[in-house]
Each structure stands twice: as structure tokens, then as C-alpha cells.
């Protein structure tokens, strides 16, 4: 487990969680800042971010993408802004406020893919604010499930949820 803010800036960086024997995986537990313009993308994968109820898993303005990472109790669990593009492939999102927020104005896009996640009791599952392009998201195989919002699309996004199973609120 890894505590505190980790900046990772100018130049980008590829992370790959690992299991102990108890099944215990890479945790972080304070926001990793992801800052580096017009980088490579950068992947995360098998990471946990746990967090305490306020800011981000991570907040990124750089390429990335993250898969089969989870990321709970936070304010706001992937946080994409500023000119990026960001994936989240079968990842999981529970109890937060915002499980991700995609907030970019960019013109760039490296892949539509939104698959196999599972976003269970946040406040809102996904928040589209605003999207590089008028790409078609799609979440197919992901599931929303006890969320009080599961996509509030401000920005008009396409999306293909017609393999999207969304489970009735409790």
C-alpha cells in the first residue's frame, strides 16, 4: 500500500500491480496526478485506489488508460481533463461520489473501448462533461448497478449501451 499524492509529471510511465499470497493487491490511498503533455499513453493495470471520501483515485491530463483497477470511496474516481483521452477497461467503481468524469477538450482519441466495468453505489457512475470527439463510447459487457445516477451526459456523447446491463436501484 502506498500512502500520500504522487505526482507523476513529464514524462509518462507505465504501472502494473502485483498480488501477494494473503490476495492483497497494489493500493493506492492518495491521489495520483498523472501530468504530461503530449506524452505516450500511459497504463495502469491490476492497481487498487482506495480512497477516504474526497479527492481522486487519479486525476490525469495526460494520455491514459487503466485496466482491471478498482477504485472506491473517493469524491471522484478517474478525473480526465485538459486535452486528454482517457480509457477505463474492466475496471471497477464503487462508492463514489463520481466514478469517472471525463472533462477534455482535446482532438484526440486512441480508443472507444469503455468495456467490462462494473459501477456499483456512486452518486454518479459517469459523468460526461465534455468529450474530445464525437467517437462512439462504448461500454459494452460493463454494468451499473445501486448507483443514484449511472450516466449523466452533459456533452451529447455518442454511446453504444446496447450491451450494458443496468440493474434497478435498492
Known sequence: TYEG??????RPI?????TDADGHRTTFTGTVFLTCPNSDIMFFQDLDF???GTGSGVSTSAFFRATNCSFTNWETGVL???TCWVNVI???FDG????????SMGEYVNHSMFNDNYFSNNGTAVLLEAVPTDVTMNFQGSVFSNNQTDIDNRCDQPLDLSQVTFDSKE
Open 90 to 92: 474492466g475496471c471497477r
Open 5 to 10: 499524492e504522487l505526482p507523476i509529471q513529464e
Open 80 to 82: 480526465a481533463y485538459g
Open 96 to 103: 463514489n461520489q463520481v466514478g469517472f468524469d471525463f472533462n
Open 14 to 18: 507505465n504501472v502494473y500491480g502485483s
Open 50 to 52: 482506495a480512497g477516504s
